[in-house]
């Protein structure tokens, strides 16, 4: 017994459990800690994710159009089915009166954002107003997470928000090698549509709403500078999509309207330009002309007796079918009444109003001109009076138009000596396309040119899309008349100068939306 006594004493088996109930409470804490504040870190990344899309979605809204930051604001933070982003976060649990739903505590605007800057406060450079913001910084509210074990070391509930910074990253696509300056954030709006449009070229600080510059896509790949330029507007503009930041102003004319004018079948200017074989069967359309080519321009054939014993004149030469066969060769040059294209808004040639037109134009003139005996009323149109598109649209329409039509003017002159002076002209005018082949249906109609409208407040010369002027966006201008120097009716105009009716926002080549087709907005997060 006493043998067993001292085995007792001596026997050191549980030596270790004074020092586990020692360290029990240590243990407890540290378990409680961690399982806590991994909870805490779930919920920090719920709320983080919850920014990070409400940032995203409010930054959608940013088109520096009127109301966008109350729009940006209200699809995040405003209850129903106007949001675009809703988050939960299972982990708060806080009986807060939202429940398990993450509301937004605050949205603030920046004009810039500085992401070397640590401080997002600082880093934020306040905005003038809706067309300037380019950035959203959204914050959470505060939720709190309840500590399950961590009370053992009196720490009873961690709080938490979450920030999230995003922008809008644009680009242009498919368009023309031309912005428009406007100071309306909201252009073209119904009101723009059908009036004439004086677009004349903007250098220095002359850019007034009217003017127009010109774009160059060389980061595209091709050409740059003139090149690029005359490429783009024979062709159908941009092939694919630019980011703004990638697009700089090319000053100058560029003898772009040459390339203009061949839309309408008008060849010259430089060899680019003037070759009418640029526009061949199976190509891409490059240079071709639109299938209604009517205009205020004739190809002029004369017959002439000097000198003659007859008072009678001569024939009147008739117009060529394919005028590419007169020999010696014709060309299209200015018209003299009655021949007559689509004219300009009145106030263009009274010199009443700007750039901009107010769509008041010689319907009657033009319809008496050029369809003798039709009924003015049978244009479809949407207004009061038919634009100049919708007539265009009626004429493509009408398969009994035939061409070519001429006009005939005959000056006879008696000599003093008895003798005559016979000089019979005749215009020859041509509805459809004589020297370049039609464009094709399966692309947008050669007379409408998808045009970038831009705020040009901050460009002086050259500059980049964002920093120095703003895309408001993109719109289709009806080219109504070739570009020329015009010295008699309907009035003096200048070669460099390019007229069109503004149709609306550009729409595809199938007449669809052109949303996210001419001009597409990604949002991206910054932090």
């Known amino acids: 017994m006493w043998a067993g006594a001292k085995r007792l004493i001596k026997a050191n088996y549980g030596a270790v459990a004074p020092t586990v109930a020692l360290s029990l409470f240590a243990l407890i804490g540290a378990g409680g800690i961690a399982f806590d504040y991994a909870h805490l870190a779930a919920m920090d990344t719920e709320l983080q994710q919850a920014a990070d899309q409400a940032a995203l979605a409010a930054a959608t809204q940013l088109d520096r159009s ?24 299972k982990f708060a649990n806080d009986d807060s009166d939202s429940g398990t739903s993450v509301e937004i505590a605050s949205v603030t605007f920046c004009k810039t954002f500085d992401d070397g800057v640590a401080n997002t406060a600082t880093a934020c450079t306040a905005p003038k107003d ?8 959204v914050t959470t509210e505060l939720r709190t997470a309840n500590y399950a074990l961590t009370p053992v070391v009196a720490a009873f509930s961690g709080t938490i928000s979450a920030t999230a910074v995003a922008g809008v990253q644009s680009s242009v696509c498919n368009i023309a090698p031309i912005f428009v300056c406007t100071d309306n954030m909201d252009f073209p709006t119904d009101a723009d549509i059908g009036k004439g449009l004086l677009m004349k070229t903007g250098s220095g600080n002359s850019w007034v709403p009217g003017n127009y510059g010109l774009l160059d896509f060389s980061a595209n790949g091709g050409g740059g500078g003139n090149t690029g330029v005359i490429d783009a507007l024979l062709g159908h503009g941009l092939n694919g999509c630019l980011a703004n930041d990638a697009v700089t102003t ?49 190809i002029t054939l004369t017959a002439t007796a000097n000198n003659s014993t007859s008072s009678t004149p001569p024939a009147a030469k008739t117009c060529p079918t394919d005028p590419k066969t007169v020999t010696p060769a014709v060309a299209f040059q200015e018209s003299k009444s009655p021949i007559k294209g689509f004219n300009r808004d009145n106030c263009h040639y009274s010199g009443t109003c700007g750039n901009f037109g107010n769509g008041v134009w010689d319907y009657s003139g033009y319809m008496a001109a050029n369809h003798p005996g039709v009924d003015t009323s049978s244009v479809p149109h949407a207004g009061t009076t038919p634009t100049r598109y919708e007539v265009y649209k009626w004429e493509l329409g009408d398969s009994t138009r035939t061409d070519p039509k001429s006009f005939v ?4 002159t008696q000599r003093n000596n008895g003798r005559w002076d016979h000089t019979v002209t005749t215009q020859c005018t041509y509805n459809r396309p004589v020297f370049g082949t039609s464009n094709y249906t399966a692309q947008k109609d050669r007379r409408l040119l998808p045009v970038v409208a831009a705020n040009c407040d901050l460009l002086n010369g050259k500059g980049s899309i964002g920093a120095d002027f703003k895309i408001v966006r993109v719109f289709d201008v009806f080219v109504t008349e070739p570009s020329l120097n015009r010295t008699s009716y309907p009035g003096p105009s200048d070669e460099k100068e390019i007229y069109g009716e503004v149709v609306g926002p550009a729409k595809t080549f199938a007449g669809t939306s052109g949303f996210q087709y001419y001009a597409r907005s990604k949002p991206y997060l910054v932090r």
């Open 66 to 89: 009127t109301g966008a930051r109350a729009r940006a604001a209200a699809v995040i933070q405003t209850p129903g089915t106007n949001r675009l982003a809703a988050n939960i976060t």
């Open 130 to 137: 809706d067309t300037d913001s380019v950035f959203v910084v």
């Open 250 to 298: 090319e000053p100058g004319n560029k003898n772009v309207t040459d390339a203009i004018n061949t839309r309408m079948d008008v060849y010259a200017g430089s060899p680019a330009t003037k070759n009418p074989s640029i526009c061949v069967a199976n190509s891409d359309g490059t240079g071709c002309p639109a299938a209604n080519t009517g205009k205020d321009m004739v």
């Open 409 to 412: 003017t005959t000056v006879s």
